[in-house]
T-cell receptor, first 117, second 109 residues
Framework: DTAVSQTPKYLVTQMGNDKSIKCEQN?????MYWYKQDSKKFLKIMFS???????INETVPNRFSPKSPDKAHLNLHINSLELGDSAVYFC????????????????FGPGTRLTVL | GQNIDQPTEMTATEGAIVQINCTYQTSGFNGLFWYQQHAGEAPTFLSYNVLDGLEEKGRFSSFLSRSKGYSYLLLKELQMKDSASYLCAVLDSNYQLIWGAGTKLIIKP
């Protein structure tokens, strides 16, 4: 069974559209994350959710919004897509306490390659 | 600012040993991770160091010196499948994971 899964794996869309990427983890972890990996391969954290509460929110545009229906899911919604949003988006999860002791290993999903035309 | 430095690319020969260095300057330190990422795939965990010294795990070892802000990942008996990017990441005082850009390791026969 896949520990952290994401759908879709590839997403090609036009500028201005709204799209969502789904993420699910079956590890029973308390914290889930969204990362953006750009063409230079830097991984930048976008959001982190612990027990359905946002605990890290880096300075990303408010066009990006995380939605967590339950502890096992963290979906990423993107409104009004722009060319610069093209990147690979990784979901991850870790066993972390509410106090933010993020010392546990993060397990990554396979990534979603988003291309905005 | 916070900074993680790694060489961009390294080349090594199958069967040999290679050491990938990582230096960091962060606001606080709560541990250092090494991840492996094959092209087009997600990062996978290799090691976690929070105390000074060497941690050995099979063909891979990771070393940490907190006073020097320095770590290295040592890969022995290199195999072709070890061709990948190796990412160094530091957990800062706010428990945020700061990532390096990664070192692309090319293994030649």
């Amino acid at each position: 069974d896949t520990a952290v899964s994401q759908t879709p794996k590839y997403l090609v869309t036009q500028m201005g559209n709204d799209k969502s990427i789904k993420c699910e983890q079956n590890l029973g972890h308390d914290t889930m994350y969204w990362y953006k990996q750009d063409s230079k391969k830097f991984l930048k954290i976008m959001f982190s959710y612990n027990n359905k509460e946002l605990i890290i929110n880096e300075t990303v545009p408010n066009r990006f919004s995380p939605k967590s229906p339950d502890k096992a899911h963290l979906n990423l919604h993107i409104n009004s897509l722009e060319l610069g949003d093209s990147a690979v988006y990784f979901c991850a999860s870790s066993q972390a306490s509410r106090e933010g002791l993020l010392t546990d290993t993060q397990y990554f999903g396979p990534g979603t390659r988003l291309t905005v035309l | 600012g916070q900074n993680i430095d790694q060489p961009t690319e390294m080349t090594a020969t199958e069967g040999a040993i290679v050491q990938i260095n990582c230096t960091y300057q962060t606001s606080g330190f709560n541990g250092l991770f090494w991840y492996q990422q094959h092209a087009g795939e997600a990062p996978t965990f290799l090691s976690y160091n929070v105390l000074d010294g060497l941690e050995e795990k099979g063909r891979f070892s990771s070393f940490l010196s907190r006073s020097k802000g320095y770590s290295y990942l040592l890969l022995k008996e290199l195999q072709m499948k070890d061709s990948a990017s190796y990412l160094c990441a530091v957990l800062d005082s706010n428990y945020q994971l700061i990532w390096g850009a990664g070192t692309k390791l090319i293994i030649k026969p």
